[in-house]
C-alpha cells in the first residue's frame, strides 16, 4: 500500500513539475508589449539585446528570491575599433551598479526592494517598491522606483531613466549624488586611438519630496574618441541631449516596425512573436565608415556582414517591411561582396569585416557564393528596384558561374563546409548549398528577365536547375534512420537538421519522409531542431527554415502545431522575446538575423509568397485548419503597399489582394492551389 501510495504521489509531482515549466513566464499586455510579474519560480536571470546604429547593449537582469532586481550592462560600440581590427574586437564595457541603492532617503539605503513587474516592448521597464526606516520602524512600498532603459536609435549611448515616487504619508529627503565614472583606453591598442567610455547620472544634490511627489533623473552611459573632444565646457553628455527626444525617438521606431507588415491572426502569440521580431530583426543595424551594415550582434558580431546572416537570411526580408535603413544595408551588404568578386573565381570571402576593411576566410567556402546569389536575387526580385536589380545583376550572374564550376561529377555544389563552419561534418558537397544554388537558378531565370538579360542565358539557368534538381535527388536522396529523406553529405548516417532545405526551397519528391524525420524525437527537441540526432546542440536558424518548409510543403496543421510551441516558449517562456542563435555555443544569444527568419516563415511558408518579377508574384497561402482568417496588411515588397487577406469559404480559400485600400484580385481557390498577383 505504502508503494502504491509512493508511486501516486510521484506522478502527481512529476505532473506538477511538467505543468509548471509549462506555464508561460510572461504575458501578453493590450499595447503589444510583454509583461512579468515575479512572483513565483525565483530566482530567475535572463539577457536580452537591444541596439541602435551607433551602440548595442546587452541587459543581463534577473529577479531574486526576495524579488530585488539586479541588472548587468554590457555594452558594445561597433565603430570603436580595438586592435588587431578583427570581427570581434569591437570596444566593450560592462557595468554592474545598482542605481537606486546610491540613492539615500532621509540619511539611509532603500530597504527591500520588491520587483511589480519588468515589461518590454524594445524598451525595458522595471517597477519597484522599497521601504525605509520611520522612526525606527520599517514602512513598506513606501517609495515606487521606475527604471527605464533603452539605447540611442543613432548616437553611442544607452539611457536609463529612473522616477522616485514618495508613496508614504510622510515627506522624505532624497539624495542623489555626484557619480561620474570615465575608463579611457590606452592610445595604441585603439584603431583610432584612445577611446573614452563615461557613466553619469544628470542629477545631483538634495530633494524633498512631498507624499505623491516624483523626483526624474536618469544615468547615460557613452563611448567616443578622444580625438572626438569638443571644447569642455560642451564636453557634458548631457548638454548634447534631450532625454524626452531619445525615448521618443526609440519608440518611434518600434512602431514604424510595428506598423508596417502587419499579421493579423487569430492566434495572438504568433502575432506578436511576428512583431517581435520585425523588431529585432530590424535594429541591429549599424552607420559604419563603409555604409550602413547590419550585423548578428551578440557582443561579438557587428559592423560587419556574412554571406549567411544577411545576405542569405534577412536581406530578402527587409522589402517586405518597407524599412528604408534595412533596405539600404541590404544593397550594401551585396556591394560589399562584389567588390571580391574576380576573373580567377576564386571564392568571396563569408564576411566582410571592421566596418569593411577587411574580410574573414576562416572556414574557406562554405557555399558563401549560392548562399549570396540566392539572397541577392530574392532580394532584388521583393525589392521592385529596377536601377537596384541592374546593379545587383553581375554579382547575381558571377555567384552562379562560381558553383557551376564547382559542380562534382554527381552534379552537386562543392564546398569545403557549410554555413556551421565545421562544427558539424559537412562533407565535400553539402545539401544546403545545392539547394541554394538550386533557388539561386530559378530566382535569376525571374529576374534577368525583367532588366532584359538575354533568353538564351535565362533558359540555360531553368535547363541548369532542373539538373541540378535530379542531381540533388540522385545524390542526396537517401534512406536514412528509416525515413524516407536525404542524407546531408556523402557518407552520412545520422540524421541532421539542415534536410529541411529542399522543402525550402520548393523540392517536395521527398517532403513527407523529411517532415516526418524532422518532428521525430531523434531531432524535435522543446527548443526546436537539433542540429544532429544524438547530441545536444541546437540551432534556431536550422529550426526556422524548417517550421517554413514544413508549411510551403502543405503540411500545415504539423508545422503550425510546433511553430505555436516555438513562439510561445520564445516569447513567453524564460527567455524572451526573440529567436536565439544556438545552445550550447554562445549561451543562446539574440542574434538579429534569425528573426528575419522567423517573419519568413509567415510571408514565404503560410502565406507562401515567392517573387517572380519586380512588380508580381505568385501565393500559396495555407490556411491551418482551426482558423477562419489570416491576414498581412502594410506589405510594402515589390515597391508598392499592399494587403493580403485569407478566409474560409466551405472548402475553398477566399484570397483577397488590396492596393492603396483597393480590391485588385478576388479568388475562391482549393487548398493548396496557387495564384499570380501583379501589382
Not at 506598423?259 to 541591429?284: I, Q, Y
Not at 561534418?425 to 528577365?449: E, Q, V
Not at 513562439?567 to 538575423?593: F, K, M, T
Amino acid at each position: 500500500m505504502k508503494r502504491i501510495f509512493l508511486f501516486i504521489s510521484l506522478i502527481l509531482v512529476a505532473s506538477v513539475t511538467v505543468c509548471a515549466q509549462s506555464q508561460d513566464r510572461w504575458t501578453i499586455l493590450q499595447d503589444g508589449s510583454i509583461q512579468w510579474k515575479p512572483t513565483r519560480n525565483l530566482p530567475h536571470e535572463d539577457h536580452v539585446e537591444m541596439s541602435g546604429q551607433m551602440l548595442s547593449v546587452v541587459l543581463r537582469y534577473g529577479v531574486d528570491v526576495q524579488q530585488r532586481f539586479h541588472l548587468n550592462r554590457s555594452l558594445v560600440f561597433p565603430m570603436l575599433r580595438m586592435k588587431p581590427n578583427k570581427t570581434q574586437n569591437n570596444l566593450k564595457q560592462r557595468f554592474d551598479v545598482n542605481i537606486p541603492a546610491m540613492v539615500t532617503v532621509d540619511d539611509q539605503t532603500l530597504l527591500n526592494e520588491v520587483v511589480q513587474d519588468i515589461t518590454f516592448n524594445g524598451i525595458m521597464r522595471v517597477e519597484s517598491d522599497y521601504g525605509y526606516i520611520y522612526r525606527r520602524k520599517e514602512l513598506k512600498n513606501a517609495i515606487h522606483v521606475t527604471r527605464i532603459l533603452y539605447p540611442s536609435i543613432n548616437a553611442p549611448r544607452y539611457l536609463e531613466e529612473y522616477t522616485f515616487k514618495n508613496n508614504s504619508q510622510n515627506p522624505i529627503t532624497l539624495r542623489v549624488p555626484e557619480w561620474r565614472v570615465t575608463y579611457t583606453t590606452p592610445e595604441e591598442a585603439g584603431v583610432y586611438g584612445a577611446y573614452r567610455i563615461e557613466a553619469s547620472l544628470s542629477k545631483k544634490g538634495t530633494f524633498i519630496l512631498k507624499p505623491g511627489e516624483t523626483l526624474d533623473f536618469y544615468a547615460i552611459y557613452s563611448g567616443k574618441k578622444v580625438s572626438d573632444d569638443v571644447t569642455e565646457k560642451d564636453n557634458t553628455a548631457f548638454s548634447r541631449i534631450t532625454i524626452q527626444s531619445e525615448r521618443a525617438g526609440r519608440q518611434a521606431l518600434i512602431n514604424q516596425w510595428w506598423e508596417n507588415l502587419v499579421l493579423d491572426t487569430p492566434d495572438p502569440v504568433l502575432n506578436r512573436m511576428f512583431a517581435f521580431a520585425k523588431l529585432r530583426g530590424a535594429e541591429s543595424i549599424y552607420r559604419t565608415k563603409g555604409g550602413l551594415m547590419h550585423g548578428p550582434g551578440g557582443e561579438a558580431y557587428y559592423a560587419a556582414v556574412w554571406a549567411n546572416d544577411q545576405a542569405e537570411y534577412i536581406n530578402p526580408f527587409f522589402p517586405f517591411l518597407g524599412y528604408d535603413i534595412g533596405n539600404e544595408s541590404a544593397l550594401n551588404a551585396y556591394r560589399h561582396f562584389a567588390r571580391y568578386m574576380n576573373p580567377e573565381y576564386n571564392p568571396i570571402p563569408s564576411s566582410i569585416i571592421s566596418e569593411g576593411v577587411s574580410f574573414w576566410h576562416g572556414a574557406k567556402d562554405r557555399g558563401d557564393g549560392a548562399m549570396i546569389a540566392y539572397g541577392a536575387a530574392r532580394y532584388a526580385l521583393a525589392r521592385g528596384d529596377k536601377e537596384e536589380a541592374r546593379e545587383l545583376w553581375p554579382l547575381i550572374e558571377w555567384c552562379l558561374e562560381y558553383c557551376k564550376r564547382k559542380l562534382t561529377p554527381n552534379g552537386v555544389v562543392a564546398s569545403n563546409s557549410d554555413e556551421l563552419e565545421n562544427r558539424f561534418p559537412a562533407g565535400d558537397a553539402n545539401l544546403c548549398t545545392s539547394t541554394l544554388y538550386y533557388d539561386a537558378l530559378r530566382s535569376a531565370a525571374l529576374l534577368g528577365r525583367e532588366i532584359g538579360v538575354s533568353g538564351k542565358q535565362l533558359a540555360t539557368y531553368t535547363a541548369q536547375a532542373k539538373a541540378l534538381e535530379s542531381a540533388i535527388e540522385s545524390h542526396f536522396g537517401y534512406e536514412i534512420e528509416g525515413f524516407h529523406s536525404y542524407r546531408y553529405y556523402e557518407g552520412n548516417d545520422i540524421l541532421r537538421s539542415w534536410i529541411c532545405m529542399p522543402l525550402v526551397m520548393g523540392i517536395y519528391t521527398r517532403a513527407k519522409g523529411t517532415i516526418d524525420a524532422l518532428f521525430s524525437p531523434r531531432l524535435w527537441t522543446n527548443d526546436g531542431l537539433l542540429t544532429q540526432a544524438g547530441t545536444e546542440t541546437f540551432w534556431d536558424r536550422s529550426t526556422l527554415y524548417a517550421l517554413r518548409g514544413t508549411i510551403a510543403a502543405g503540411e500545415v496543421e504539423k508545422g503550425m502545431d510546433f511553430l505555436k510551441k516555438y513562439s510561445r516558449r520564445r516569447l513567453l517562456g524564460d527567455h524572451v522575446p526573440y529567436a536565439i542563435e544556438a545552445w550550447p555555443e554562445g549561451n543562446q544569444r539574440h542574434l538579429s538575423a534569425e528573426s528575419g527568419l522567423y517573419c519568413r516563415i509567415y510571408t514565404e511558408g503560410l502565406f507562401g509568397i515567392r517573387p517572380i518579377g519586380l512588380r508580381n508574384f505568385e501565393m500559396t497561402p495555407r490556411l491551418p485548419q482551426e482558423w477562419n482568417y489570416m491576414n498581412l496588411n502594410k506589405i510594402r515588397a515589390f515597391n508598392s503597399n499592399f494587403d493580403i487577406h485569407v478566409s474560409r469559404v466551405g472548402e475553398k480559400l477566399h484570397v483577397e489582394v488590396l492596393q492603396e485600400g483597393k480590391s485588385i484580385i478576388k479568388k475562391n481557390i482549393e487548398e493548396g492551389k496557387t495564384i499570380k498577383v501583379r501589382l
